[in-house]
């Protein structure tokens, strides 16, 4: 009997390496029940950490065409006013208005380039985290900066009220 019980213990270990996580010991082992019950144990911490696992690379897949998109956008722009800016029968006024567009679109590009790059950091653990304090007024306002194309060409206008104390920071 405790060599049937063993021999069960063992093939399911032998399974759970095999990759199979989803098996379950349904018999009574006797004095081997505390290893199943950590087999138990082994295997859903398995199974949790390939569910975390797999949202994880979804969410990089989400990002990645996320990040493609925004990167995309300005990049498009920025093509299609050098293609204007060729064309010699437009008048001056017309060129600095597009200059003015390149070079929005081409910081907008930078940023979010260099946004990229320190994500990157991050997420290799090359960076250190540092806190702050920080004054709430002048990061809405820097939002507020940064989105404006896109909220504009949505029809939204952010309101907000700042309170005179909080401009003090």
Known sequence: DLERKYGILLAATSRMAGGELDMEIEEDLGMFNPIKEQLSTIRDGFSMAVR?????????????????????????????YVDLLKDESIDEQQRREYVKVLDKKSQRL????????????????????????????????????????????????LVYRIQPEANAE
């Open 110 to 157: 930078k940023r979010l380039i260099e946004d990229l790059f320190e994500m990157s950091k991050a997420a290799s653990d090359n960076v250190s985290v540092q806190y702050d304090p920080i004054s709430l007024p002048p990061l809405i306002k820097q939002v507020e900066s940064e989105t404006s194309d896109v909220l504009s060409d949505a029809g939204i206008e």
């Open 52 to 80: 975390n696992e797999t949202r994880s690379q979804n969410m990089r897949t989400e990002l990645i065409t996320n990040v493609s998109h925004d990167l995309k956008t300005p990049l498009t722009a920025i093509i299609t």
